[in-house]
Every structure is written in structure tokens, then in C-alpha cells.
């Protein structure tokens, strides 16, 4: 059993449908424990929501299925967080997931011109002046 890096477009490709979709189904299942960065969850959604315009909740419904594998390790309180504040404020990916780790480690303030930032109540969005 090899520990094994998973990259975004293979995830892209697994769930597009493409013609890899097969052997990667192959990968997904094997004895091999798979790790998928943060990064590339962030990559592989926002590829999906603005190439491929896909909604936000069969993004986050694909890819729960996909983590949920029991060979896929990945930041899962970090991602099933993050998923959480994407949907329940409609905001960005990224966003969401900045504000995650602004919970974790307990900030308050965020430099942004990025107004989005302003539905999450909980923070307080400062633009430098």
C-alpha cells in the first residue's frame, strides 16, 4: 500500500465523466491511501462553478461522496466546514474557507475590498484607506 498525492485535474476528470473516469474509479478504490489537498478541493470547485457553471450543492454533494471514500484523507474538519459556510451564506469557496480558519484561530478583523466578507457576520471586513 503506497501513499499517493491525488491532483486536481484527476479529481476534475473522475467527476466530469471523462473518459479517464474509469481508471481513475480504479485508483478511488484501491488499497492506496489517497490524499487530497486543500488546494485542490479549492481548484477543483471553482473550476467546476465558473467553467462549467455547475450549482453549488452538487459540487459540495459530489465531492462529500468523494471524500467519503475510506482510503481519501484529506483536512476534513477544515473542508466539511468550509463546505458548510459556502452554502449557508453563498459566498465564495475561498472566502468560506478563509473565514473557517479565521474561526479556528479565533480572528476577528480581515483587510478585504472583497464585500462578500460582509455576510459573515461573525468578522469585520477593514478596507485599507
Do not use: C, H
Amino acid at each position: 500500500m503506497k501513499t499517493i498525492v491525488i491532483d486536481t485535474n484527476i479529481i476534475l476528470r473522475y467527476l466530469l465523466g471523462e473518459k479517464e473516469s474509469v481508471a481513475i474509479e480504479k485508483i478511488l478504490n484501491s488499497k492506496d491511501q489517497l490524499v487530497i489537498p486543500d488546494i485542490v478541493v479549492a481548484e477543483v470547485v471553482w473550476t467546476l462553478q465558473r467553467y462549467y457553471k455547475w450549482e453549488k450543492t452538487r459540487i459540495v454533494e459530489l465531492f462529500i461522496s468523494l471524500l467519503s471514500k475510506g482510503n481519501v484523507e484529506f483536512n476534513q474538519a477544515q473542508i466539511f466546514s468550509t463546505f458548510e459556510i459556502y452554502l449557508k451564506y453563498n459566498v465564495k469557496y475561498a472566502d468560506a474557507y478563509i473565514y473557517q480558519l479565521m474561526n479556528q484561530k479565533k480572528l476577528k478583523y480581515i483587510y478585504s475590498y472583497d464585500r462578500e466578507f460582509d455576510k459573515l457576520k461573525e468578522i469585520n471586513r477593514i478596507e485599507p484607506k
